[in-house]
């Protein structure tokens, strides 16, 4: 807890009193302390003295906190040793402590219990959190470096079970380690977590975690505190008497860094061989809103040790060398409970209660998903159009559907490092799913100039990546469909990073309030959307359908076309020919297959 000091006056007068009812005929004094800025467990030094002197009184505010972009979501940071489930990984797996939430004043003495079961071994920490307190923030900094951990930027997805449930986890000596994969889509380190990563040994943020800072909220509880001394004559001997009373005022918060919190942030930085840049942004920014740091940013503040991603921590490769790392455990077989084995998944959107009445005919409704836009998780195949009209110059894109998940990004960004011609539109259909997921998947759009379409693509004949599905050039073949096309929730940020976003006029883009309100404001801002989105998407408790001409007026569509635009069979015949069109390889060239991630 910080304590910043503040100075006020006593000043002492005479006043009657009343004890316990009762009149008394001896000498008193009124002490009244106006403590304009005083906490609720402010110190007070008083000197009662027998002439009317000043007397000095110290009051130290009761907590600082950087309020994140917000704790929505988030609950308390706890910390869970975490064993890799990544394929390739069996008896010798790197293992890490998974630190998820907001930061709190109890955090510390929770990381130094969770250090004390490990013993002499060193895990490094993966951390997802929207900030908290900012103290705990500057201990926890501390307890890492002491350790000798390294830390990392990242999200924590378990494989089997949630941790916490019957059942879950497996153990190995001291502690139960959950297993799971780590990856930087999705994850942010925002307003005092940065504090916390700057203590690390070695600092990792991989390009698609977020890292932000802003100004202090510091917290003041303002009270009027009496101090009332009077004097009683038992048998002839004086004693002194003193009360106190507390009137507590409304609290109030101010957003500005004083200049001795901001000394104690600068002497912990360059304690930790951290540029005072960091400190420069936090003070730059308001405390309602949030400035990112770049990676490039981070390297040059020192914030950041190099531009690896966590799986320098945590992937399976660390151990299969002669010298595994040190977070590297081997066990003599999987040791996983078979309530873990077995677990079964959450029910999906589309489950539906059992019922013992009769079945009868299904309510007709105006619209119904594809199935395929409910998938566990985001696929992303190259199709090419098979539409006769366009043969044999045909358009391409890129087909998205399925759950947004933390992977996502990473995933896209697999696809177009393997392809050929990375500038290909994209083809949403998506339920929604992974907030951050889909935040640094429409970065990754933004970033490469890609254009985007809410549509479906049917692939004709099978399904990916059954035999037969491929045409000559090496890509699936399929044809663009207006029905059972939805873009809900995080799937329209996902959308809002297109260079051209169209969406077809049969197709269903609903928005709700996500949580992480500031994160999602400044995202819509950097994709140079209206606030007009942002102030749909905070009223909406629930899914709120947008109206074409809605989607029109706050810009997150660029204009009223179609799919066709982009995926049509005519638009290969133009002049200039879009980058999406190719024509078929000579007789023999060897077709090419398409990755599929």
Not at 112 to 139: F, H
Not at 201 to 227: D, E
Not at 398 to 426: F, M, V, W, Y
């Amino acid at each position: 807890m910080h304590h910043c000091r503040n100075y006020y006056r006593l000043r002492q007068g005479a006043s009657p009193i009343m004890i316990s009812g009762h009149h008394l005929n001896c000498t008193s004094r009124w002490f009244r302390i106006l403590v304009r800025r005083a906490p609720v467990l402010a110190i007070v030094v008083v000197a009662f003295a027998a002439k009317a002197d000043d007397v000095l009184i110290r009051a130290w505010p009761d907590t600082f906190i950087l309020n994140g972009p917000s704790s929505d979501g988030f609950s308390d940071m706890r910390f869970i040793f975490a064993r890799s489930s990544a394929v390739g990984c069996k008896t010798n797996c790197p293992e890490w402590i998974s630190a998820e939430g907001a930061i709190t004043a109890d955090t510390p003495a929770l990381l130094k219990r969770v250090l004390k079961k490990l013993g002499t071994r060193k895990l490094p920490i993966i951390v997802n959190s929207p900030g908290g307190d900012v103290d705990a923030a500057l201990q926890l900094g501390r307890i890492i470096r002491k350790n000798g951990l390294d830390i990392a930027i990242g999200k924590t997805e378990f494989s089997d079970c949630w941790p916490g449930t019957e059942g879950c986890g497996a153990s190995f000596g001291k502690g139960v380690a959950y297993f799971g994969v780590a990856s930087d889509g999705g994850a942010m380190c925002n307003s005092a977590c940065p504090l916390m990563f700057a203590g690390g040994v070695r600092r990792v943020a991989g390009g698609w975690a977020y890292l932000g800072v802003h100004q202090i909220t510091t917290t003041w509880f303002p009270s009027t505190r009496h101090f009332r001394t009077t004097y009683k004559t038992i048998r002839g001997k004086r004693y002194q008497v003193t009360t106190e009373t507390v009137t507590e005022g409304r609290s109030y918060k101010t957003y500005k860094m004083s200049k001795g919190f901001a000394r104690k942030i600068s002497a912990y930085l360059a304690e930790m061989g951290v540029g005072q840049g960091v400190l420069d942004k936090m003070k730059a920014t308001p405390a309602s809103d949030i400035q990112r740091i770049t990676l490039h940013d981070m390297l040059t503040m020192k914030l950041a040790t190099s531009t690896d991603t966590v799986e320098l921590f945590t992937g399976v490769i660390l151990c299969m060398g002669d010298k595994p790392a040190p977070n590297c455990r081997e066990i003599a077989e999987d040791a996983r409970p078979a309530a873990v084995t077995t677990a079964k998944p959450a029910p999906s959107r589309q489950a539906e209660a059992p019922s013992s009445k009769p079945a009868t005919a299904p309510t007709a409704v105006p619209f119904r998903g594809a199935a395929g836009n409910a998938a566990p998780e985001m696929r992303f195949v190259v199709v090419r159009g098979s539409d006769p009209l366009c043969d044999p110059d045909c358009p391409e894109w890129i087909s998205a559907e399925g759950a947004i998940t933390p992977r996502t990004p990473q995933k896209l960004r697999q696809l177009l490092a393997a392809l050929d011609n990375p500038r290909l539109p994209i083809v949403i259909s998506s339920r929604g799913g992974d907030l951050f997921g889909a935040l640094a998947a429409g970065r990754l759009i933004h970033e490469r100039k890609l254009d985007v379409v809410v549509a479906r693509t049917n692939i004709l004949g099978c399904n990916p990546p059954g035999a037969g599905c491929l045409d000559d050039n090496g890509a699936y073949v399929g044809l663009i469909s207006q029905f059972g096309v939805e873009c809900d929730s995080a799937c329209a940020l996902m959308l809002a990073g297109g260079a051209r976003r169209l969406v077809d006029p049969k197709a269903r883009l609903s928005v709700s309030s996500m949580g992480q309100k500031r994160i999602v404001k400044a995202y819509l801002d950097e994709m140079a959307i209206s606030p007009g989105l942002f102030a749909a998407i905070d009223q909406s408790s629930v899914e709120r359908q947008l109206e074409p001409d809605v989607m029109l007026k706050v810009g997150l569509v660029t204009g009223p076309d179609t799919s066709d635009t982009l995926t049509g069979p005519a638009i290969c015949r133009s002049s200039p020919k879009p980058d999406n069109c190719r024509l078929p390889p000579s007789a023999n060239a060897q077709a090419k297959m398409p990755p599929e991630l």
